[in-house]
């Protein structure tokens, strides 16, 4: 794989938002991110938006709260969560003491979260964009700020959402709050968006409208696509009919002769192999047609690990393929 055109650019900005299609690795790829950056001497923040506490788990290290921890040396986590975001906000911006948990105020912001679409969405948003403001300003510790953000059917309104609190809210502490929020995500020096996808046809279809309608509703600058599970090639269409020679009559019979039984098995699935290979190609041809930004490719693992040892795999095959 050749050095992507995204090279050391890659972890210049201060807040790198990572988005895609469920089951195609985001968050894989944003772990990666983190080790990769953290092995360069940066200190970084990993987000998790959604909750689960899966982000923690690609550290071998255990669920974290709304409260940073460190999950590996230069790396800190936590994970998002609604409640705690407003409390801190109203503590912090509003001087509104917050006792322990909100108690109503938690059923007041149900109440408003659904008259007014995007109160939720903007409470993460905010949160990410205070810690990296405060990292500028120099009272945080982060060098960069890596979001594991909505999948692509929902991160149009996360990010858009101090743009639309902004077009409901003219006056007061919100609208100011709203208008640097607006400032930072829209920097492209401060500020990108990643789409991780893979090569099938519905990641690709999903990244590929979610590129379009990332331009056209949003502000946030667009990073690049991070094509994840790219199969390797076996081998070239001029070595096929060697390949083909090799799958029946006397070669094969000797190199079963030589090796063992097994040898047939083999070349089945290096003949699955090539064919998969080849319907993928088509999705990565149409998704270079369809996009125009860099594109970064990692390959397929064929490991069964999930922890540690695959995100030091992912992140050196990206910082190879970004020509760090």
């Known amino acids: 794989m050749n050095p992507s055109p995204v090279g050391a650019g890659f972890l210049d900005r201060r807040l790198l938002f990572f988005t895609g299609k469920g089951g195609v690795?985001?968050?894989?790829?944003?772990?990666?991110?983190?080790?990769?950056?953290?092995?360069?001497?940066?200190r970084v923040l990993l987000v998790e938006v959604d909750a689960k506490g899966n982000l923690t788990s690609l550290f071998e290290h255990p669920p974290v709260g709304f409260e940073p921890v460190e999950v590996y040396p230069g790396v800190s986590a936590m994970q998002m969560r609604t409640e705690a975001a407003l409390s801190e906000y109203l503590r912090m911006t509003l001087r509104v003491p917050v006792l322990a948990r909100l108690g109503p105020l938690a059923n007041v912001l149900d109440f408003v979260a659904t008259a007014a679409p995007g109160v939720r969405e903007i409470l993460t948003v905010g949160k990410v964009c205070s810690e990296v403001r405060e990292s500028i300003e120099g009272r945080a510790?982060?060098?960069?700020?890596?979001?594991?953000?909505?999948?692509?059917?929902?991160?149009?309104?996360?990010?858009?959402?101090?743009?639309?609190?902004?077009?409901?809210?003219?006056?007061?502490?919100?609208?100011?709050?709203?208008?640097?929020?607006?400032?930072?995500?829209?920097?492209?020096a401060t500020t990108a968006l990643h789409v991780v996808t893979a090569p099938e046809e519905m990641p690709v279809n999903?990244?590929?409208?979610?590129?379009?309608?990332?331009?056209?509703?949003?502000?946030?600058?667009?990073?690049?696509?991070i094509v994840n599970r790219v199969l390797p090639e076996p081998f070239t269409r001029g070595d096929e009919p060697v390949f083909e020679a090799l799958l029946d009559g006397a070669p094969r019979d000797r190199l079963e002769a030589e090796a063992g039984t097994g040898v047939g098995a083999v070349l089945e699935a290096t003949r699955l192999a090539v064919s998969m290979r080849r319907s993928?190609?088509?999705?990565?041809?149409?998704?270079?047609?369809?996009?125009?930004l860099p594109l970064v490719y990692l390959p397929y693992l064929f490991v069964r690990d999930h922890g540690l040892r695959v995100t030091h795999m992912v992140a050196e095959h990206l910082a190879e393929e970004l020509g760090l």
């Open 280 to 292: 993928r190609a088509v999705h990565l041809t149409q998704l270079r047609a369809a996009v125009d």
């Open 25 to 42: 690795g985001k968050s894989t790829v944003t772990a990666a991110t983190a080790l990769m950056a953290s092995e360069r001497g940066k």
């Open 206 to 225: 999903e990244t590929i409208g979610l590129v379009d309608r990332a331009r056209a509703e949003l502000h946030v600058p667009l990073g690049s696509v």
């Open 141 to 188: 510790d982060w060098d960069l700020v890596l979001v594991d953000a909505a999948a692509t059917g929902h991160v149009i309104a996360q990010l858009d959402s101090p743009r639309a609190i902004q077009g409901m809210v003219q006056v007061g502490p919100v609208r100011q709050q709203t208008e640097w929020m607006v400032e930072l995500l829209s920097d492209p």
